[in-house]
């Protein structure tokens, strides 16, 4: 035998042997990595699921007591009930008010955020409506008076601060 093929065999066993051993190394800790690999897979798209899951819950919630302080007003505020009676009403419990352009009385419940792509508008405010109806006027006027008659009361979302 000659040197060149020994040296060449000899070479080739020690790459033999490091492969080797480097492969039985892999498949020692393959377990390990595949569980690694996996978990990082669950944490990337499960973290941003979950986020936005707790978000829904919340939002839910907030619906609810939204509904709920509707159904308290149109529980004590009944259709026809004077304009004169709602405000005195809603005074005495210490609820600001406003007054729409359209005369319509609305409370606000509540505040939401928009997500994140919306990112042109301020928040949405959740607000309880009181519409009246006036009764027949001569002069045909439409101001307002203690007299208007309640004809709804509902929830009204409006978006603030859009360009």
């Avoid at 352009?101 to 919306?118: A, I, N, T, Y």
């Avoid at 990112?119 to 439409?142: H, K, L, M, N």
Wanted: positive net charge.
């Amino acid at each position: 035998m000659s040197l060149s093929t020994k040296f060449t065999s000899s070479r080739w066993r020690v790459l033999d042997d490091w492969f080797e051993s480097g492969y039985r190394g892999f498949l020692k800790y393959r377990k390990w990595l595949l569980l690694g690999f996996w978990l990082c897979v669950a944490i990337i798209i499960g973290g941003p699921l979950l986020l936005v899951g707790m978000h829904a819950v919340a939002r839910r919630q907030r619906a609810a007591g939204y509904h709920a302080t509707l159904r308290s007003y149109q529980e004590n505020l009944k259709s026809g009930v004077t304009r004169k009676e709602v405000e005195s009403y809603l005074r005495a419990r210490n609820t600001p008010f406003v007054q729409g352009p359209d005369g319509d009385l609305s409370v606000q419940v509540g505040e939401e955020s928009l997500p994140w792509f919306v990112w042109w508008c301020g928040g949405q405010r959740i607000d309880v409506e009181f519409q009246f109806i006036a009764p027949a006027r001569s002069g045909g006027t439409t101001e307002t008076n203690d007299m208007d008659e309640l004809k709804t009361v509902f929830l009204a979302e409006r978006t603030e601060g859009c360009l």
